[in-house]
């Protein structure tokens, strides 16, 4: 019986290729259905937003942080895609007493490719995650490398109140990085600290990223923290494009590009 070992050390044992899933992750819900496992997928959270036609048609088991074990139970999955940071560690312990629960644990682009080669081991799904591999790393490589003294500097907010910033060692810091920043968050401070307002603008950065999840910043957030902090240019960003580790992807470097004329125009 094959074993598999997740991304946090957790095994385990698949008699065939998993053929009822459940994913509570919203960017490895999308890769399944993008690795033409759109049968197999049985359940999603209603966070699981793209594509429509998924979040449409498939049943939702709750959010990523509070899940519906009823409704998981009534799928009886054979294999439950989760995730280090985006679950609550109290449910995937409990749903590993029923089921097969494949962790990812994702902070960089090559393990978000790791993440992705090993989903299709365990779904038969090799051939299509190697395409994706393939077209995920040529879709990076057209992006020119930023030395990191011509790096403006970022703080990257994903939360309102209290104000959260993206830390070091995560997923989002390495795509600031890819995309030209050099983030200005401590890297004492914890994957996704707190901060005041104070506190934020001691950090002086160029640059203040206001990104569209998981809270849904908005112009009228931008104009506010315009107006806080004159000498820092604010600019509303797509969260999915700087923190989803699946399938978009291939979508984030041609967005990256665009996002760096905008703060290149404004160093001028």
Request: net charge negative; aromatic share 10%.
């Amino acid at each position: 019986m094959p074993t598999y070992t997740d991304q946090t050390g957790h095994s385990i044992e698949l008699n065939a290729p998993a053929r009822r899933i459940v994913s509570v992750v919203p960017s490895q819900s999308e890769l399944l259905w993008d690795l033409n496992l759109r049968d197999e997928l049985a359940g999603i959270t209603k966070f699981c937003i793209h594509p429509e036609d998924m979040f449409r048609s498939k049943t939702r088991v709750g959010g990523t942080k509070v899940l519906n074990m009823d409704t998981i139970d009534s799928l009886q999955p054979d294999l439950i895609l989760a995730n280090k940071e985006e679950n609550e560690k109290i449910q995937i312990e409990a749903l590993r007493e029923k089921y097969p629960v494949w962790t990812s644990d994702v902070r960089d682009l090559p393990s978000s490719l790791e993440m992705l080669v090993e989903v299709g081991k365990m779904t038969d799904r090799l051939d299509a995650a190697y395409e994706w591999v393939g077209k995920i790393s040529d879709a990076f490589a057209v992006l020119p490398s930023v030395p990191l003294a011509q790096q403006p500097s970022a703080a990257y907010l994903i939360w309102h109140n209290p104000v959260m910033l993206a830390g070091a060692d995560t997923f989002i810091d390495d795509m600031l990085f890819r995309c030209g920043f050099r983030n200005v968050c401590p890297a004492n401070q914890g994957h996704y600290p707190s901060v005041t307002t104070e506190g934020l603008k001691a950090l002086k950065p160029d640059f203040l990223l206001l990104s569209s999840e998981p809270y849904p910043f908005k112009e009228k957030h931008k104009e506010a923290w315009q107006e806080r902090m004159p000498g820092t240019q604010v600019i509303l960003v797509d969260g999915e494009l700087f923190s989803w580790y699946g399938s978009r992807l291939a979508k984030a470097p041609e967005y990256f590009l665009e996002v760096r004329k905008a703060f290149v125009a404004g160093l001028r």
